[in-house]
């Protein structure tokens, strides 16, 4: 066995984190200084005093833009950035970008990878999701409403139930995996990949139990799809506790009542027979039935709670993984006392606070966004390592599909392209569908792949090169990047152009120099050589990860 | 009750892992640059002549004694009589007849038993080696020698799967070792979309393009952390190298005489297809053919699927061995498990991972060896038992590389490459 020594980190910023042991809650006091604050405190520390530099503007624009509105930035509004002198410009641009349109179909887009894996897609999970996210709905509301099931009042919130739906559908040859229902909601609400715990007690992780996995099945044991029509769901009578024993010692009986990981038992009340059903069963209409006792309405009281602490850290690890490029907890669905987090505090603080502020999320995200920890830059100082959850130096994110997608667009388009939802006419809707499904197919993972990290493919390098649609992108065309570019005759204005709008920053003088040599070494066709100067920007790392 | 059952695999993360240093932790979750070896050097040394693998897999279960262990006469036989082969005294199936005269150049074991009697677990546990459980997700086969070998000098994927159906980039396969080692598998032996080069795109202009992106690339990662620009550029450069190769895809340029000789037959289309893959350097092929389950109607379902596969596979061994490339190709032809000698109430066998069998040959293997044998009714082993553990031992061995003291490096925590408690089987080496 070879030593696991300290990594290489320089001293100066050497991270040690066991030596965090104590893991101190501020709590929400009034008058304590704003979360950012307290969070940069916390991430700060083991620096020293010496905490490394912030992104440049250019840097955290693009980032910025990425995260909160899911697309780069075009080249005027790079330049505009610049040029701005403010010293709060940093703080109006996220103000800027959180009150934006763009904002729920972003928020949208990364709820509905994170919740749905790329299963498939359905119009009215997208709308209940970019409403509720223009709405600013609460996390544990939104919780509350996809764990009920119902449809609400006039189907209002028929789409919340795509994510039982779809996931109580047959797949293929594959039976109904509501096994694999039950470990989602684990995983994706609580931090907790049971998976390993339904069949024993997990045999690594002492906090998994086969009883908290069990007790979790229980909720929706009685669920299913309502066959026939469009999907809905069924939910029958829940009569008895749930009997179980591990593989190990199959003489072991044991059984469970609905009950969350760690909580108390849900006690199935007894019901007289023939008066189960608030709604009875019709069989005529063809409608299951209103049970009086709901599990899964238990589960959706139960679980999206303030004093329900996995809620709270899950929700908390995810946030801070969408802005931080790295979760607090990795992998995130493995929350347990041996893996703990990178910052203990940070992660009790944000959740903490996410509770307080009635988990409000727009709010935290202001908050992370307005953090030095999220504005410092991915450039990592000459001859040094900083490990990725130090946290001290930015982490590269993937983009995802969506990302990629209007980014290419908003790049080799017209100036302001892409950065509207497209609204000015069909034509334009159906040619951005037609690319967003195009990019899907050649960027989304497989389906139930979760998409946490950069992990490019053959498939996609290839779809970047010879694609029709990438390919017919960059055809000089109305005042798209390569018409704007090939009139231009000055080299280094033709840089500019390209580099803002690709890059969203100026080039460097070295970059400028190989532009223009490039350039002259291709006189014999101007128009084709600019093509490839954008292509090779377009499939460059620096393009394809948020830094 | 539960239809999705632990799988070992599924244990992502060993304590030990978790705990680990931060560099070890950070790691562990990108692209690239993972699981080095902890002797780098080995795949250096094998690039003297680099070795390869064809890997036939024959999906459901090939029945061992419709093929390489038949009982004829006895209470489980079946219909089918056995035939002598090239090896006085060793006799196998009479669906065979073409492998039947191969036997001296082919190595074969009629002991093999192993763990499990699910596709569903087995196809992976199998061809993961079914290690000791660590708590991790092993590559399978075709990733660990992409891995131990290396890609060889041709620039393409390490590791290519022709298989009927869909392609893609089967990343899963690689399990710890990452991403970049999983399989570009080749749906119907066709290409990936979007291989050709657009015709709109002259290939002076791609291959500028191309340089200008790696110079990119090469400015930006000079004050970033490595492992998105590695990633990044590997894929691109697999895609320029399979660009280049075409020719690979295009089956106009096989004469019409290699079609008859493997068979007009999907597998045999799909195996000539793994041929030239082989030919054009790839380290690891898996040609798969799919349909083996013969829960119902066994014999006749053998009677179909067998002798397709005895004419392409004897046509495969001749030409390795008319290139010169036999010697240095491991060739193996397996399933998930043997099938049961019962004859069940649909004429069927069902799954039997007690006592069954595997073909392979070539590289590093004694030719002619015969190694194991069940018992006279063809239910269990009849001596020693090999599990898949034994027979990773003993491919590593024949490919060069020492299973007992490489080993992974998984961030910090160094994994054996085969089973602990296994070893390589001497008979079966060279």
């Known amino acids: 066995m070879r030593p696991l020594g300290c990594c290489g980190v320089s001293p100066r910023w050497c991270v040690c984190l066991f030596a965090i042991a104590l893991t101190l809650s501020f709590g929400v006091v009034t008058g304590a200084p704003p979360l950012r604050e307290r969070i940069d405190e916390i991430i700060e520390r083991p620096a020293n005093g010496i905490p490394p530099p912030l992104a440049n503007d250019a840097e955290f624009l693009r980032r910025a833009y990425l995260d909160l509105r899911g697309v780069i930035p075009g080249a005027a509004e790079a330049r505009e950035f610049l040029a701005d002198k403010s010293p709060d410009k940093r703080t109006k641009l996220i103000d800027r970008l959180l009150a934006a349109p763009e904002y729920p179909r972003r928020m949208r887009e990364v709820f509905s990878v994170m919740l749905m894996e790329r299963l498939g897609a359905d119009a009215a999970w997208d709308q209940y999701l970019e409403e509720s996210f223009k709405a600013n709905k609460p996390w544990d509301a939104l919780v509350r409403e996809i764990l009920r099931g119902d449809e609400g009042e006039n189907g209002a919130l028929r789409g919340s139930m795509f994510f039982y739906t779809k996931r109580l559908e047959n797949y293929g040859q594959n039976p109904v995996d509501k096994d694999g229902l039950a470990r989602d909601i684990g995983r994706l609400f609580l931090g907790m990949d049971l998976q390993c715990a339904a069949c024993h007690n997990h045999l690594f992780i002492k906090d998994y139990k086969q009883q908290d996995y069990q007790g979790l099945f229980a909720f929706i044991e009685a669920t299913s799809l309502q066959p026939g029509g469009k999907p809905s769901l069924l939910e029958g009578l829940l009569t008895k506790r749930r009997e179980f024993n591990s593989v190990f010692k199959p003489d072991e009986k044991h059984a469970t009542g609905p009950r969350l990981p760690g909580g108390e038992e849900v006690a199935i009340p007894v019901l007289k027979k023939g008066e189960e059903f608030a709604v009875p069963p019709d069989p005529r209409k063809r409608t299951g039935g209103v049970p009086k006792f709901s599990p899964r309405r238990e589960l959706a009281e139960r679980l999206p709670r303030p004093d329900n602490a996995a809620f709270k850290r899950n929700i908390a690890n995810r946030l801070w993984w969408l802005m931080m490029g790295r979760g607090l907890v990795e992998p995130l669905d493995q929350h347990h006392s041996e893996n703990p987090p990178s910052h203990p505090e940070a992660l009790a603080l944000l959740g903490d606070e996410l509770a307080a502020m009635k988990f409000d999320m727009k709010v935290v995200l202001r908050e992370l966004a307005l953090s030095r920890t999220y504005q410092r830059t991915s450039t990592i100082p000459a001859g040094q390592k900083v490990p990725r959850e130090t946290f001290l130096v930015a982490n590269e994110k993937a983009l995802s599909a969506e990302q990629l997608a209007r980014s290419v667009m908003q790049a080799t388009g017209p100036v302001g392209h892409a950065a509207r939802v497209p609204s000015d006419g069909h034509a334009s809707r159906v040619s951005h569908e037609k690319a967003l499904a195009d990019f899907l197919k050649a960027f989304a993972n497989p389906p139930r792949d979760p998409e946490i990290e950069f992990r490019p493919s053959v498939k996609a390098a290839l779809f970047m090169s010879n694609s029709d649609l990438v390919v017919s992108w960059l055809e000089p065309k109305d005042g798209n990047l390569t018409d704007r570019l090939s009139k231009m005759s000055d080299a280094r204005q033709l840089a500019e152009e390209l580099y803002l709008s690709v890059l969203s920053r100026l080039p460097t003088e070295e970059e400028t120099s190989a532009l223009a040599a490039y350039l002259a070494k291709r006189q014999d066709n101007r128009v084709q050589a600019v093509k490839n100067l954008a292509w090779s920007l377009l499939a460059s790392t620096e393009f394809c990860v948020n830094h | ?430």
């Open chain 2, 1 to 430: 009750m539960h239809q999705s059952l632990c799988k070992p695999w599924e244990h992502r993360l060993s304590r030990r892992q978790l705990l680990g240093t931060a560099g070890a932790a950070a790691g562990a979750l990108t692209v690239g640059g993972l699981g080095g070896l902890v002797q780098p050097t080995v795949a250096d040394a094998m690039k003297r002549k680099h070795k390869q693998v064809l890997f036939i897999w024959l999906d459901g279960g090939l029945s061992q004694l419709e093929s390489w262990d038949p009982k004829p006469n006895t209470q489980f036989g079946g219909p089918f009589r056995s035939i002598a082969t090239s090896i006085p005294g060793v006799q196998i199936s009479e669906l065979m007849p073409r492998m039947a005269t191969k036997m001296h150049q082919i190595a074969l074991i009629r002991s093999v038993c192993t763990q499990d009697n699910s596709h569903s677990a087995g196809v992976a546990r199998i061809q993961r080696g079914d290690p000791k459980n660590r708590g991790v997700t092993y590559p399978y086969f075709g990733s660990a020698v992409a891995k131990l070998l290396g890609p060889g000098d041709s620039g393409l994927p390490p590791y290519v799967w022709v298989k009927p159906g869909s392609g893609g980039f089967i990343h899963q396969d690689a399990g710890f070792l990452g991403a970049k080692y999983g399989s570009l598998a080749f749906g119907d032996g066709k290409p990936p979309e979007n291989l050709l080069r657009h015709k709109a795109v002259s290939q002076r202009d791609d291959e500028e393009r191309n340089e200008l992106r790696a110079a990119a690339n090469k400015r930006f990662a000079e004050k970033r952390r490595p492992e998105a620009n590695d990633a990044n550029s590997y894929v691109y450069d697999v895609a320029q190298a399979l660009m280049r190769r075409q020719d690979l895809f295009d089956e106009s340029k096989v004469p019409a005489k290699d079609w008859d000789r493997y068979g007009r037959t999907e597998f045999g289309r799909h195996l000539l297809i793994g041929r030239r893959m082989l030919e054009a350097g790839i380290t690891f092929v898996k040609v798969n053919s799919y349909g083996w389950d013969t829960h119902g109607d066994n014999f006749n379902g053998h009677r179909s699927l067998v002798p397709k596969v005895d004419q392409a596979v004897a046509a495969l061994i001749d030409d390795l061995i008319d290139r010169g490339l036999y010697a240095s190709t491991l060739v193996i032809m397996m399933s998930e498990f043997g099938r049961t000698p019962r004859i069940n109430g649909h004429v069927g066998r069902d799954h039997w991972p007690e006592a069954w069998s595997v073909m392979m040959g070539g590289c590093g293997l004694k030719a002619g060896a015969v190694v194991g044998k069940t018992n006279a009714l063809g239910t269990f082993v009849a001596g020693d038992e090999h599990d898949i553990g034994h027979l990773f031992h003993t491919w590593f061995a024949a490919l060069g590389i020492d299973s007992k003291q490489e080993e992974y490096d998984n961030n910090g925590q160094p994994l054996p490459i085969a089973h602990d408690d296994c070893h390589a089987i001497k008979e079966l080496l060279a």
